[in-house]
């Protein structure tokens, strides 16, 4: 069959590489895919967005499947699109995208459904806004309601912090329309774990635990980023916030969207927040996370093709989903500056050191091949996985690894995983 996958980031190349190894598989396109990704599938000159040329590209090549990799086209409605024309797509359409695309829409629904949240209240008034705030309690956290870039949350301190918070999410419109309608959450303190899972409209199946390292720099200091690492599996996601959440969070968030007339199917990324009061949902996302696909696919045994077409058929509940008994950690290698101001264009050296290394992946973000070779080519520049027999062993392997690429400017934090320690 042929695949196209839509998206140009490691998730997407992590992608790639799953539905490469599927024997089903005999040819991936990938729109508009980067360096690593064309290693594995024709790259084609279209952006996620371009829905109609998507659509028409598919039909005229007799796609056989799309996965959408990004959130901005599940919001956007990309499902929907190709759907109109038969053709088979993995996500949710746009009226279950929401759960992403608007963090309004998710408390409510977590709110109506007892699913367990920070408490919160939704507002598009700035100034009914800054009069709650007056009265709240400190720290608190403001949420721009729609799709920013992972940039849209501020954790406020003090009433000041929160009043300017207002002015750029709710009047400067720093994150644009997403600021239209803005969430004021309770601040809440814990681990936080992240859970992705398969759904088919009824059925849920979790995939193995995951932790992110969004700041910049070691220590979790410096700027929020898109995700500076991750590691497969959590140690802090024991069998009882298993439990707890196979109760009362996953297939409740899976039956609420059904119940509300929005038959969800596709990813459900579950961030969670593991407080003294229990697990509770952070946010969601409508597709992998990134870089969580890439230390959660490597570690995957199922066939990624058969898994997706059981969710699009509905019968995700006959699929056994399994991953190995091990552990993998991916290493962001960004460029010096990220997320502010950086370089681009530097030859990017020892690509060719991962071919058919077992256990081992460098999943291109940004990258460009040019006449020169492979150069960087935005602020993450590639992801390193590695699996070991457990977090340890992953870890040492991961941090050995991103020794075999070398690029000027070359940025990584010396930390991943390194909590790890300590459970
Ligand atoms: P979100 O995009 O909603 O996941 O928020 C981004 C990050 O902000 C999360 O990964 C947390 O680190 C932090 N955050 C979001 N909401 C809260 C909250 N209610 N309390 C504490 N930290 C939060
Ligand atoms: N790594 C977080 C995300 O993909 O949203």
Do not use: W
Request: net charge negative.
């Amino acid at each position: 069959m042929k695949v196209l996958i839509i998206g140009s980031g490691g998730r997407e190349h992590a992608i790639a590489v799953a539905v490469a190894k599927s024997p089903k598989v005999d040819k991936i396109y990938c729109a508009p895919g980067n360096a690593g990704i064309a290693q594995l599938a024709e790259c084609l000159d279209i952006s996620a967005m371009e829905f109609d040329k998507l659509v028409d590209f598919a039909k005229a090549e007799k796609i056989d499947l799309t996965i959408v990799g990004m959130d901005d086209p599940l919001v956007g409605g990309i499902v929907d699109a190709f759907e109109a024309e038969g053709l088979r797509v993995f996500g949710p359409r746009k009226n279950a995208a929401i759960l992403e695309g608007s963090k309004a829409f998710s408390k409510d629904l977590m709110k109506k459904y007892n699913i367990p949240t920070a408490g919160y209240e939704n507002f598009e008034d700035a100034g009914k806004a800054l009069e709650y705030l007056e009265t709240a309690k400190f720290p608190i956290v403001l949420k721009a309601d729609g799709l920013a870039l992972g940039k849209g949350v501020l954790i406020c301190n003090t009433l000041e912090e929160a009043k300017e918070g207002v002015q750029s999410i709710m009047m400067d419109k720093k994150f644009g329309t997403a600021g239209n309608t803005m969430v004021v959450e309770e601040f809440m303190t814990g681990r936080e774990v992240s859970v992705l899972s398969f759904v088919d409209g009824k059925t849920i199946k979790t995939m193995t635990s995951a932790q992110d390292h969004k700041r910049a720099g070691d220590g979790d200091t410096g700027l929020n980023t898109g995700g500076m690492g991750t590691f497969s599996p959590s140690p802090f996601y024991t069998e009882e916030v298993d439990a707890f959440c196979e109760k009362y969070v996953y297939q409740a968030t899976v039956d609420a969207m059904a119940a509300e007339g929005r038959e969800f199917k596709g990813i459900i990324f579950f961030g969670l927040m593991l407080t003294e009061e229990g697990p509770k949902v952070l946010e969601y996302n409508a597709r992998f996370g990134d870089p969580e696909a890439q230390v959660v696919l490597p570690r995957m045994k199922n066939d990624l093709v058969e898994v997706v077409e059981a969710c699009i058929d509905g019968t995700l509940d006959q699929i056994d989903l399994q991953f190995e008994d091990n552990a993998a950690v991916c290493v962001v290698l960004a460029s010096q500056g990220y997320p502010v101001s950086y370089e681009k264009g530097f030859v990017i050296n020892g690509l060719e050191k991962f071919d058919d290394k077992e256990g081992y992946y460098v999943f291109h973000a940004g990258t460009k091949q040019t006449s020169e070779g492979i150069v960087t080519n935005g602020g993450r520049v590639l992801g390193v996985t590695a699996k070991g027999k457990d977090l340890k062993e992953a870890r040492a392997n991961a941090y050995e690894a991103i020794k075999l690429v070398e690029f000027d400017n070359k940025y990584y934090r010396n930390d991943i995983g390194k909590a790890i320690d300590e459970a």
